[in-house]
């Protein structure tokens, strides 16, 4: 019986359990305009990577736990001094010394605001997210740079007041596990294992 | 704010002086059932020699170092696949090297060409680009192509390159386009026009006569942007040959055309938009210091940059590029421009970033009428035509590819050979393409001098690629 392909980390190395790819027979393609002539195969491939977040981690493991991390560069040398980096960003990309982690939740909550944002009625394959889908890019008060995720609830505006919600039901650990909504949404309207 | 260093703004000056010499191209498609990728490449090599007048195997004895633009493996499903052309083109046991910079490969994949001539390592390079984007369904490409994001940050959300424009096009239209509709108007055109000139090129994948509604008729991608504002996906292959002087004479000697002067530049920006502090807009040539001072109060949003209305990287291509060459005023300088309109919106941000209007003012250049080979508001000819081939809206973005076919397009036109090659009879047969009734010579009369912009998603890489008549330069030693 198949069993997902499941990874932990022991000793500092991956131990993995389960099925990493699943068999599947190419196809002949052939012409139909042409006596069927052979034209190629196809070639199916399921397989499960292994990825690390690395000093990522902390933030995608906080989403869960309903808090927003970011990062700011206290290198005193450093000429960008005290920005704070939204995306979290492991170094500070002027003076390369190693960021202090920060909890930005109720920067989030007071200042975020709609940057721009799109409604996207299409999606790539491997799409999880409900269409359409409502990217925002969110700027938030003394924080130099600015986050991408979407709204989950309303429709946006550019200047819009947003708050964060967190996905700490069941969560994905990834960066689905954050959404946002305007400001004063109330929980009942949260989508479900989402909340405030 | 970010400041750079004079080290880093320092203009890049060439070693000696260096030639493309010739250029050719495979047919660009949705898919090829019937051809692998080598023999697109070899369709691409054979036109190049043809162009000069020698046997592809004369061509190939020059060639001393291959780069090879191929952007997706997981695409092509085939990890290093420059190795396997060069291997069916028989190059070996010449070095080679494979280049990947997303959407602008091409572009790219030339750049280095250029500078292996310039330092004096190679005489005669070749530089060739394909992509093979017909392996997998459009979803599974749109999924593919969005890998290109941030895998933790981006790519989930959607996984639809497109998304990460359209928020660029949103924030556009707020701020510069001032939410108008004539602006939204504006962006279609460029469609219609790219579709258009698409028509009057037998290489060219998506030629359709259309019109401004059916632009914004067509169904919704990624609000505000539509199907008919995105480019194309494609199957394809182009190459060019780059030479030192010497080289560069020997294989013109039966050619009808001469070798022309060759500079690529490049610039990047962050991966994610606006994901460094802000900065001062560098300045080109034709621009001033204080042209920019109350740009915030011009067009309210617009004062952070670099943000969501411009692409760093393409500002930093064009200064770099302009000041090599002697560059003033790029309207006036030069006579025929390629550029990578990977979506409408895109197109016209790149018009500001490379000094063709000043920031917020874009629009203008479409709605002056001097894109256009011929201007519909005067009837005279363009002031500065672009994308006569049709572009990748029109014409094909085959990744890798698309920077050399760019430039493929605008050495025809300063070759004067533009109706030869896309007028030919012959090869509108070949490609089983119709050609239509009312076909038009594009050619731009008396071009001397062309730049094509190759561009990654959402402005990782730009890089910038002039061509001159090597009898018309602005600077002598440049």
């Known amino acids: 019986m198949s069993m997902f392909g499941q990874v932990h980390v022991k000793n500092g190395q991956y131990k993995i359990k389960g099925d990493f790819h699943e068999l599947t027979p190419n196809m002949p393609i052939r012409n139909s305009d042409d006596g069927w002539k052979l034209m190629g195969v196809t070639n199916p491939r399921d397989m499960t990577y292994i990825h690390s977040y690395g000093g990522e981690s902390i933030f995608f493991e906080s989403l869960s736990k309903g808090k927003l991390m970011a990062t700011r560069c206290d290198n005193k040398k450093c000429e960008s001094k005290g920005s704070i980096y939204q995306p979290f960003r492991i170094f500070c990309p002027d003076c390369l010394s190693k960021m202090t982690v920060i909890d930005m939740t109720d920067i989030a909550k007071k200042t975020a605001k709609i940057h721009t944002f799109m409604v996207c009625e299409r999606s790539g394959a491997f799409n999880i997210l409900k269409r359409p889908i409502k990217f925002i890019n969110i700027e938030f008060d003394g924080v130099c740079t600015i986050l991408m995720s979407y709204l989950a609830v309303g429709e946006p505006e550019i200047g819009m007041r947003v708050v964060p919600i967190f996905q700490k039901l069941d969560p994905t650990y990834t960066i689905l596990d954050m959404a946002w909504v305007p400001e004063k949404t109330k929980s009942n309207h949260l989508p479900k294992g989402f909340s405030f | ?478």
């Not at chain 2, 019937?34 to 691409?44: F, P, Q």
């Not at chain 2, 556009?172 to 090129?201: C, P």
């Not at chain 2, 900065?279 to 952070?304: H, S, V």
């Open chain 2, 1 to 478: 704010m970010i400041k750079f260093s004079d080290k880093q703004l320092a203009i890049p000056k060439l070693m000696r002086p260096v030639y493309l010499v010739t250029a050719g191209q495979s047919k660009f498609d949705r898919a090829f059932p019937d051809k692998r990728t080598e023999e697109l490449c070899i369709d691409a090599l054979t036109q190049a020699a043809e162009m000069i007048n020698v046997t592809p195997a004369e061509l190939k004895s020059y060639i001393h170092t291959c780069y090879y633009g191929h952007f997706a493996d997981h695409f092509g499903d085939q990890l290093l696949g420059e190795a396997v052309i060069h291997d069916r083109l028989g190059l070996d046991p010449l070095g080679n090297c494979g280049v990947k910079t997303g959407g602008a490969t091409g572009g790219t994949t030339l750049w280095e060409g250029v500078k292996a001539v310039a330092s004096g390592y190679s005489n005669c390079v070749l530089s060739m680009g394909w992509e093979r984007m017909d392996e997998v369904p459009t979803d599974e490409g749109n999924f593919l192509i969005s890998c290109a994001a941030d895998k933790d940050w981006e790519s989930p959300l959607g996984h639809i390159y497109t998304g990460y424009y359209a928020v660029m096009a949103q924030k556009y239209w707020k701020v510069f386009g001032k939410e108008e509709d004539s602006f939204r108007r504006t962006l279609a055109e460029i469609a219609v026009k790219h579709h258009g000139y698409a028509r009057m090129n037998p290489y060219a994948q998506s030629p359709m006569k259309i019109t401004i509604e059916d632009v914004l008729n067509s169904p919704v991608v990624a609000y505000p942007l539509r199907a008919l504002d995105c480019c194309l996906m494609s199957v394809g292959a182009a190459c060019a040959i780059i030479c030192d002087e010497a080289t560069a004479i020997k294989l013109t000697k039966n050619s009808p055309h001469k070798p022309l002067r060759i500079w690529v530049t490049a610039g990047s920006h962050t991966l994610r938009p606006a994901d460094r502090r802000d900065m001062a807009i560098p300045l080109l040539p034709n621009e001033t210091a204080d042209q920019y001072k109350d740009l915030g109060k011009k067009f309210p949003g617009g004062e952070r940059y670099p943000g969501f209305t411009g692409f760093l990287a393409a500002r930093m291509a064009a200064y770099y590029a302009y000041n090599q060459v002697g560059i003033k005023d790029p309207t006036a300088d030069l006579d025929v421009i390629e550029l990578h309109d990977a979506f409408t919106i895109s197109d016209v941000q790149t018009y500001e970033d490379i000094g063709i209007r000043p920031y917020g003012y874009g629009r203008d250049y479409v709605e002056s009428g001097d894109c256009y080979h011929m201007n519909p508001k005067t009837g005279k000819p363009g002031k500065l035509p672009s994308n006569l081939s049709g572009g990748l809206i029109g014409c094909m973005h085959s990744v890798g590819a698309t920077g050399i076919m760019q430039v493929f397009e605008i050495a025809c036109h300063i070759w004067n050979r533009w109706a030869e090659i896309h007028g030919d009879d012959k090869l509108w047969k070949k490609f089983d393409r119709k050609k239509p009734a009312d076909w038009t010579d594009l050619q731009v009369k008396g071009a001397k001098r062309a730049l094509a912009i190759s561009h990654a998603g959402v402005g990782s890489h730009v890089t910038a690629t002039i061509l001159m008549d090597p009898d018309k330069l602005i600077k002598k030693d440049a």
